[in-house]
């Protein structure tokens, strides 16, 4: 046997594909979209070596409706988009989440609305963390912040999938989908997964079927009480972030993803000057990792959302700690990154506020 | 009295429609007269002959027949609205074994969902289309459908279809058999006795067709909604042989299943020393190991490097140069490329960060450590973040020497003109590589350190150009020539 333990250079792109591949991913459909496009071209190199499925569709509505055949057929699938492309999934989206079929989504955001730019906005939060498509429904969103966790955490979303028959969204920006890190690989999975008792397959007898459908409103009541039951039991086991210096932190940023990285060098240079900073880096937006945050309170006297959307991050942070405390926004938009100066200055500014307040 | 015959429901039916909600567990749904009802039979009929009933999965579309799944003894799955073909592809490219029926009316395939049916066809899935064509919009009431005649009165053409409005009755039969792919394509009409023994005969070919994995196969099957064109039973089947079957003349269009070959497609690999061998370059062998620390103190804290110059000059394979180093010495390494619009107007620039704990920000905007510049712009640009005690290696082929503070580490090297001299400017980065290791020595390496950091820099070189084994030599050159002519200024 070879060694494989050495750490190889990959973009976040690429290190999301080798994670799905080792967790057994079988196919990829998917439509090219900047800056998500190199998970299409990693996919589209080793899907086939490994006899598995890599096949262009000719949308982003197709791609998602493959991916539900896939899905149904008890297969792990996955696709990739960026901002528009994922808007255009969402009524796919909201047909898995309603028929209970696991998939792994990676959304690369840029910037919007509209045509935007190609730029690292995370101006896709709402329409991926709050559901996005209609329907009373949420799916699982993890936001890796480094290459290492692109793989991590893509690997690990195909059993979160399953295990609660939802889409999984792996959200990240622009940034970490074209940095390149060191990472480690994680070992490939020791078998292939089981098919599901669930799916179509002739190995579950014939007796299964697949539908979101239901025109009795009690009937379809019972369904949603159902998807939010599930939802609760994410809620209760899933919530999980990153606290960095946290232990007595009475400045917390909140931030993920690229974001995350820059609060954390900024709690970091705060640090060096004996200011209380910490963060928490939420690394599943869906569940909120409320508990991390309610857990802060007791030494917290300012919250910041550090986000590169206009403030979406935000609400989320708010209703965590029910506004006990201010929450501020540090943010950029359209393509920018917000510097650690621009987080240090503008922390800085609030909180000589907050303390003439205080007198 | 008469004895009553009655015939057996076919054995692709359930006994019972128990998946049918409210009392009815006999009857479909379908209004009297509607085509639905013998198509299903028909269909029925084949699964069970066939002998295919536990690898057949019925696609519901949205429409009157969404409940098929109703009836049909084998998988049944509902999807969105025109996406049936997406999704088959879906099931079949997943697992080959599933024999798919992609179950469609006139708005599902011909209007919302054309696109997806289209291209399915266009790459020869292996499906089993069966299209139902009746002119309207049954479910949501009446509506114009694209196969409506002109002249004919919908709720949303009261005025009767206008070809000055809405354009013609579209021809899906013709159209998709004019592609390469599809291997069976007829239109049939659930009409007369005859009609409807012609159109069985279709739709069991078709699916015969999708059992032998022969591709694409399309029946379109002229149907009835008696209802919505507010038509009696003969009135109906007079409407499709006659107006409807002016516009859409029943016949087989194309039929080549005999000489095609069936469709291959693999099983997945998942023993995981070949998704290994797929996954893992042999590279990764190079470098110290995991538990290696290098004794130079320069390597403690979090070093940020910032590569700036042309597009072309090979800046980012410069910046992925020295991540790889960082790698191979075991430290955390990040490279993140500007990306964007100034990439296409002629500057490049990356930014590399090499720590031994966590990376932060992976962005160089500030405090810079190291700073390599290739062009005027660049240096104007960047100088400024280079921090206190950093380093500046400059290109001074094309670069005036810069004004800097005393507190800056100033190494020139001509780097384009020693690439050029070697045969390509692109190994200009390899040049300035070579000067980077003298740098190293002088200023930052160690004891154990300076003895194999050389090696180093030659691995990291391999390691990049790996894919590209026939340029490695000359880059090595070009680095052992930057590492004698880079000076100290």
Known sequence: ?359 | MAEIVKHARPKGFFENFDRRPGAIHKNMHYCPGCGHGILHKIMAEAIADFGIQDDTVIISPVGCSVFAYYYFDCFGISVPHGRAPSVGTGLNRANPKNIVISYQGDGDLGAIGFNNFIQAANRGENLCVLFVNNAIYGMTGGQMAPTTLPGQKTVTSPGGRSVMNDGYPMKVAEMVSTLDAPVYVERAALSTTRNIMKARKAVRKAIKNTVDKKGFSMVEVLAGCPINLKLNGKEMNEFIDTQMARFFPLGCLKDEADQRDPVKRTEGEHDPERVREALYPVKVQKGVDDDFRNPSKIFEKERKIKVAGFGGQGVLSLGNMIATMGKLRNFNASWLPSYGPEMRGGTANCSVILSRKTVGSPIVDKDCNLLIVLNQPSMDAFLPILKKNGVLIYDSSTIDPPKVSKDKIVYAVKASDIAKRLGDLRYANSVILGALSVVMEDCFLEGEDKKDFDRTFEEAIMDCFSNKESVIQLNIESFYAGKQAVQRI
């Open chain 1, 1 to 359: 046997m070879m060694e494989y333990t050495r750490k190889i250079l990959l973009k976040g792109n690429e290190a999301a594909v080798y994670g799905a591949l080792l967790a057994g991913c079988d196919c990829y459909f998917g439509y090219p979209i900047t800056p998500a496009s190199e998970i299409a071209h990693t996919a589209a190199k080793f899907f086939p070596k490994l006899g598995r499925v890599f096949l262009q569709a000719e949308s982003e509505i197709a791609a998602i409706n493959m991916v539900m055949g896939a899905s149904a057929a008890g297969r792990r699938v996955m696709t990739a988009s960026s901002g528009l492309g994922i808007s255009l999934k969402q009524e796919g989206v909201s047909y898995l989440a309603g028929s209970e079929l696991p998939a792994v989504i990676i959304d690369i955001t840029r910037g919007g609305p509209g045509l935007g730019n190609i730029g690292p906005e995370q101006s896709d939060y709402n329409q991926v963390v709050k559901g996005g498509g209609h329907g009373s429904y949420r799916c699982i969103v993890l936001a890796p912040s480094s290459v290492q966790e692109m793989c991590d955490l893509t690997a690990e979303s195909f059993d979160l999938a399953e295990k609660y028959r939802t889409p999984v969204y792996v959200m990240a920006d622009g940034v970490i989908g074209q940095m390149m890190e060191s990472l480690k690989l994680p070992e490939p999975a020791q078998k292939k997964y089981d098919v599901p008792d669930w799916a179509l397959d002739s190995v579950n007898g014939r007796n299964n079927m697949i539908t979101s459908i239901f025109l009795e409103h009690d009937e379809l009541e019972a369904v949603n009480i159902k998807l939010q039951k599930k939802y609760a039991e994410i809620r209760a086991t899933e919530q999980r972030a990153e606290e960095y210096c946290m232990e007595d932190a009475e400045i917390v940023f909140v931030g993920y993803g690229i974001a995350g990285r820059i609060a954390r060098s900024a709690v970091d240079r705060l640090r060096e000057e004996g200011v209380k900073a910490g963060l928490i880096r939420p690394i599943t937006l869906f569940p909120f990792p409320v508990e991390s945050i309610m857990k802060s309170l007791d030494n917290a006297k300012i919250y910041f959302s550090v986000e590169m959307s206009c403030g979406q991050l935000i609400d989320d942070v708010k209703l965590a700690i029910e506004c006990a405390r201010p929450v501020k926004l540090i943010n950029r938009m359209g393509g920018n990154i917000p510097t650690v100066d621009e987080i240090i200055d503008k922390c800085r500014k609030e909180v000589a506020e907050l303390d003439k307040k205080a007198e």
